[in-house]
């Protein structure tokens, strides 16, 4: 019924920068947050930053100051502008979306499939 679907990851050097979009499709109602978390061979998935429907923007500790979490026009699009890439920013990288859906009163969260960053030293 959702699909969330990313794009613009690759491999750049450090100090570079890339910036990943995300869109979401299907039977939206509304959309409560959208987000980005990444997962690094042989650790858990973290957040790296969440956009509430407000505006209200979370960033993790390790990217704030580097990286800028923005929303389309659209509202069903979010995007993640990541500068001064270190080696430890490598990852594959997950849209997340927290939506809610027609005809349907519960909440509910979507992933992308994920799209590969890699910082090379």
């Known amino acids: 019924q959702v699909q969330l679907v990313e794009s613009g990851g690759g491999l750049v050097q450090a100090g570079g920068s890339l910036r990943l979009s995300c869109v979401a499709s299907g039977n939206i109602f509304s959309i409560d947050a959208m987000g980005w978390y990444r997962q690094a061979s042989g650790h858990q998935r973290e957040l790296v930053a969440l956009?509430?429907?407000?505006?209200?923007?979370t960033y993790a500790d390790s990217v704030k100051g580097r990286f800028t979490i923005s929303r389309g026009n659209a509202r069903n699009m979010v995007y993640l502008q990541m500068n001064s890439l270190k080696p430890e920013d490598t990852a594959v990288y997950f849209c997340?979306?927290?939506?809610?859906?027609?005809?349907?009163?519960?909440?509910?969260?979507?992933w992308g499939q994920g799209t590969q960053v890699t910082v090379s030293s």
């Open positions: 997340n979306a927290v939506l809610h859906i027609y005809g349907d009163q519960d909440e509910h969260t979507y």
């Open positions: 956009i509430a429907s407000g505006g209200t923007r």
